[in-house]
């Protein structure tokens, strides 16, 4: 158990429709990353959030948005799904922000758009 | 362009044997990071490193910055070391730290 948390384990909607992801980092750790993990693309970085702040961003869709918020918990907001948006999506937090930062993976929530 | 390129794809090895898994990448890096994931699909990480090498019990990883390569060996491989290893790289843009991943190497140690 990496204590990095990540609601819900699974999720099956509908294209068009919104869902949010949320992720609990390991306590004291002010990073939090969000990964996408697909099929045809492997694993890729969306965001990065250190202490409530976006300090990087990745391969985000403008349709993705995510935030971190005062107690640092982390939310991924996906819109306008797509059949391709179908992926398994990590956070990771770590103590600092890279590149000192290690980082410790949640079990991932995997989306599934129908 | 693949930023991060890992060799072999897949590896078949039987127990007890020492594996190397090879990765090689193509932007300045701060750090390069090994990951494993089993099967169930969670990720651990195993290694963080920018530079020399690195042990954590039968695991090494080494790095060369000059040649932008890295190794993760495995001795005395065991049927639980079978998992996918990820190498991903860490780098500085003008977009803060982005992180590349290798496509990772299947690797199944029979008994």
């Known amino acids: 158990d990496s204590g990095v948390t990540q609601t819900p384990k699974h999720l099956i909607t509908a294209t068009g429709q919104r869902v949010t992801l949320r992720c609990s980092p390991r306590?004291?750790?002010?990073?939090v990353y969000w990964y996408q993990q697909s099929l045809d693309q492997g694993l890729q970085f969306l965001i990065h959030?250190?202490?409530?702040?976006?300090?990087a961003k990745g391969n985000i869709l403008e349709r993705f948005s995510a935030q971190q918020f005062p107690d640092l918990h982390s939310e991924l907001n996906l819109s306008s799904l797509e059949l391709g948006d179908s992926a398994l999506y990590f956070c990771?937090?770590?103590?600092?922000?890279?590149?000192?930062?290690?980082?410790?993976f949640g079990p991932g929530t995997r989306l599934t758009v129908t | 362009k693949n930023e991060v390129e890992q060799s072999p794809q897949n590896l078949t090895a039987q127990e007890g044997e020492f594996i190397t898994i090879n990765c090689s990448y193509s932007v300045g890096i701060s750090a390069l990071h090994w990951l494993q994931q089993h099967p169930g699909g969670g990720i651990v990480s195993l290694f963080m490193?920018?530079?020399g090498k690195k042990k954590h019990g039968r695991l090494i990883a080494t790095i060369n910055i000059q040649e932008k390569h890295s190794s993760l060996h495995i001795t005395a491989s065991h049927p639980r070391d079978s998992a996918v290893y990820i190498c991903a790289v860490s780098t500085l843009s003008n977009t803060g730290n982005q992180f590349y991943f290798g496509t990772g190497t299947s690797l199944t140690v029979i008994p």
């Open positions: 990771a937090s770590s103590v600092d922000g890279p590149p000192t930062g290690e980082q410790y």
């Open positions: 490193l920018s530079s």
């Open positions: 959030y250190y202490n409530g702040e976006e300090r």
């Open positions: 306590s004291g750790d002010l990073s």
